[in-house]
């Protein structure tokens, strides 16, 4: 399994949904970390220190900064990038395939877009 941090801005419905699907989920939410309001890059270095994933819908500017952290040899333990307007339902079939069937080796220094 692949342990998630999930961004302050991802929608909780999804979140609810996944941990119903996935109830022995490992997440950290962003916020209980104290990166609430945080920078991309502090949220990304972050990530990386604790081994997880970073689930977000910004999919404008958090995969710019990973694929930085990418070019400067910087570990990156891998982003999913969720458009906020992929129905809540796929996102939670998606996001449970990568929590449940991924290594933590194939999702390294990747940025995965959905719908998958």
């Known amino acids: 399994m692949v342990p998630l ?8 419905r999804i979140l609810r949904g996944l941990v119903r699907s996935v109830p022995h ?7 209980d970390t104290g990166l609430k ?15 997880r994933v970073l689930v977000t819908h910004d999919i404008r ?11 400067a040899r910087l570990p ?8 906020d307007d992929l129905p809540i339902g796929k996102a939670i ?9 991924a290594t933590r080796a194939e999702v390294q220094s990747l940025v995965i877009y959905f719908p998958l």
């Open 5 to 12: 941090l999930i961004d302050e801005n991802l929608n909780h």
């Open 25 to 31: 989920l490992d997440y950290l939410l962003a916020t």
């Open 37 to 51: 309001g945080a920078e991309d890059p502090a949220l990304l270095e972050f990530a990386a220190k604790a081994g």
């Open 61 to 71: 500017t958090i995969p710019k900064h990973a694929y930085e952290r990418v070019r």
């Open 76 to 83: 990156m333990p891998g982003v999913v990038a969720i458009p």
């Open 93 to 101: 079939e998606d996001l449970a395939i990568v929590a449940e069937c």
